[in-house]
């Protein structure tokens, strides 16, 4: 089993930034894939960002350019840094991971951002 923890969310005006942080732990040998989702009321989950082990990135065509994925791969950690924020960037963010086939969630982090 792995566990994630997530940290970072809140408030904040548009043309703001937050960092976002999703730490894992538990059985881990090797974590191929870490990745942001955000859900937003009455949407369905979308993809913002992952990133492989090896560093190799992939965004949502809404973010690219403001957000930006990383990780630690010796502290199981990723992190999703997010600039230029605007209203329709406010939801729910979930933390996934993905190893050996298996998915993990974190448990979420609100993210609202003020026009």
């Known amino acids: 089993q792995v566990q994630l923890v997530e940290s970072g969310g809140g408030l904040v005006q548009a043309g703001g930034s937050l960092r976002l942080s999703c730490a894992a732990s538990g059985s881990i040998f090797r974590i191929n894939y870490m990745g942001w989702y955000r859900q937003a009321p009455g949407k369905q989950r979308e993809l913002v960002a992952a990133?492989?082990?090896?560093?190799?990135?992939n965004y949502a065509d809404s973010v690219k350019g403001r957000f930006t994925i990383s990780r630690d791969n010796a502290k199981n950690t990723v992190y999703l840094q997010m600039s230029n924020l605007k209203p329709e960037d406010t939801a729910v963010y979930y933390c996934h991971v993905q190893q050996w086939g298996l998915d993990y969630w974190g448990q979420g982090t609100q993210v609202t951002v003020s026009s």
């Open positions: 990133i492989t082990f090896g560093g190799g990135t």
